[in-house]
């Protein structure tokens, strides 16, 4: 199941200092173009206090959080879809991740150059949106001149194929990414199948100055971006990229302290990592016991045995019931002995789709 999201952004603006924070993986960064070429790879844990509470009330002998990917793609610039400045490159890397966290430049700072040469959140924003859009129109393109002669013949698969492809060729020719035309669930299946760039899901990441972080809508580039992400019902998250890359070198206690004194409540990492989570359409559930307490990463909308062989094929393939708790109830009652007692403790079968902070106990038998 392994999900990953791609930060993607134009060259020097705190993409890949972002990155090294937030997995300190130390993607080299520089001040010049494709200093990052191959993609960088890091493993990321989910925040979660839901955690910490099972740690405190089963007291196990080890915590082990979730996690998922994140991939930092080098800078595209205007241009990438006919090849330009390593292009190809980059547009292949983007199609191969489930969502795109979009890095913008919300910041002033003369010893960091900028690509245009000027601070313009939303050009910044258009130049990779059209290239992504261009690449996808030549896919499209491509698909559409071959079901074009199919629906001439009339053949049904073939004309409801070509009018997607039509919508979808006067989308992109309009530059509106994929994403922002609505197809039927039919349609869909002929979408899907052609991968394209502008499907993804996006989220925004305004990346501001130190001074500005505590009152980031006084910034009027935030407030752009923020009005731009508003029309594809797109969020947006702000963050200091400087300040977390200071932030990923302390420990836990140090970066509390660090956040209270900038008045921060919340790291913009943590923020991000929250969001993308989300964007990527993933859940937790929890499996707790005296020997661990355990995030499990899944899928929203799986039921019962999938999610159980996520832990281990047997799980899935022997599976019998899952015994099932909410995450709420099981805190409020102090323990599950107590939970089962007040009768909040169920037994649910094959057909059971798990819900976010589940806390299930997996009866199979092989």
Same mark, same amino acid.
Request: net charge negative; aromatic share 8%.
């Given at each position: ?51 910490? @509470?099972?740690t405190e009330l089963v007291k196990p002998k080890k915590t082990i959080p979730t996690a998922f990917e994140f991939t930092d793609i080098a800078g595209i610039v205007e241009g990438a879809s006919k090849g ?40 910044d924003i258009e130049i990779i949106n059209l290239e992504l859009i261009l690449a996808d129109l030549e896919t499209v393109n491509k698909r559409y001149e071959r079901v074009e002669k199919l629906a001439r ?12 492809? @039509? @919508? ?181 079968? @094959? ?16």
């Open positions: 199941m392994a999900l990953t999201a791609g930060i993607v952004g134009l060259p020097n603006v705190g993409k890949s200092t972002l990155f090294n924070a937030i997995t300190q993986a130390g993607a080299e960064s520089a001040n010049y173009p494709f200093c990052t070429i191959d993609p960088n790879v890091g493993i990321v844990e989910v925040p979660d206090d839901r955690l910490n @509470k099972l330009e400045g390593l292009g190809n490159q980059f547009l292949s890397h983007i199609r191969q991740v489930d969502a795109i966290c979009h890095v913008v430049r919300c910041f002033q700072d003369d010893n960091i150059t900028h690509v245009s040469g000027k601070i313009n959140p939303i050009d013949q009339k053949d049904k698969e073939a004309v409801a194929e070509f009018n997607v492809m @039509k @919508k979808l060729k006067e989308g992109l020719e309009a530059e509106k990414p994929a994403r922002s035309l609505e197809f039927t669930y039919e349609q869909m299946k002929y979408v899907k199948q052609l991968h394209l760039l502008t499907s993804k899901s996006v989220l925004y990441v305004a990346n501001v100055s130190e001074d500005e972080i505590t009152a980031p809508d006084a910034n009027e580039n935030v407030q752009k971006v923020k009005a731009y992400a508003a029309e594809e019902n797109a969020e947006v998250i702000v963050v200091c990229a400087k300040i977390e890359a200071e932030i990923a070198e302390l420990d836990q206690e140090e970066k509390e302290m660090y956040l209270e004194e900038l008045g921060i409540p919340e790291s913009g990492l943590d923020q991000l990592i929250k969001a993308t989570y989300e964007l990527l359409g993933l859940a937790t559930y929890f499996t707790a016991g005296e020997q661990e307490v355990r995030a499990w990463t899944f899928r929203k909308g799986i039921k019962a045995p999938q999610a159980a062989g996520i832990i281990h094929s047997d799980f899935e393939r022997g599976f019998i019931r899952a015994e099932t708790v909410s995450y709420e109830d099981l805190a409020q009652n102090g323990s599950m002995a107590q939970a089962r007692e007040k009768g909040k403790v169920r037994l649910e079968g @094959k057909d059971y789709i798990v819900e976010d902070g589940d806390v299930i106990h997996f009866r199979f038998n092989v």
